[in-house]
Nanobody, 126 residues
Framework: VQLQASGGGLVQPGGSLSLSCAAA????????VGWFRQTPGKEREFVAA????????FYADSARGRFTISRDNAKTTVYLQMNNLKPEDTAVYFC????????????????????WGQGTQVTVSS
């Protein structure tokens, strides 16, 4: 699955950004799509995930209450709405996809995702 992530940019603290993850040639049905982020010298960190099979949205503690993951009705795009952004949210954000049936505690594990988008830079700075 080819994923295209977009929507990053520069925003002031407290601002908002919306990221998109579009799948080329695929309609999501029983998939899981996750958002991860990475800063230099650190491991990729889970942010949020949307799971079609069994339903459910999942968030890292750092994202809960500020970020919202959603999908379009055509089931080809997943969005990450990020509000009240903080400087520590600065990172390259990646979307990832898998057809594996992930249990709740597994959606945050990057090694279980099969396809990755190219990443989009989010910079939160005044």
């Amino acid at each position: 699955v080819q994923l295209q992530a977009s929507g990053g940019g520069l925003v002031q603290p407290g601002g908002s950004l919306s990221l998109s993850c579009a799948a080329a040639g695929r309609t999501f049905t029983s998939d899981t799509v996750g958002w991860f982020r990475q800063t230099p010298g650190k491991e990729r960190e889970f942010v949020a995930a949307y799971r079609w099979s069994g339903g459910g949205t999942f968030y890292a503690d750092s994202a809960r209450g500020r970020f919202t993951i959603s999908r379009d009705n055509a089931k080809t795009t997943v969005y990450l709405q990020m509000n009240n952004l903080k400087p520590e949210d600065t990172a390259v954000y990646f979307c990832a996809h898998t057809t594996k049936r992930l249990i709740n505690t597994a959606v945050s594990l990057s090694r279980l995702y099969d396809s990755w988008g190219q990443g989009t830079q989010v910079t939160v700075s005044s």
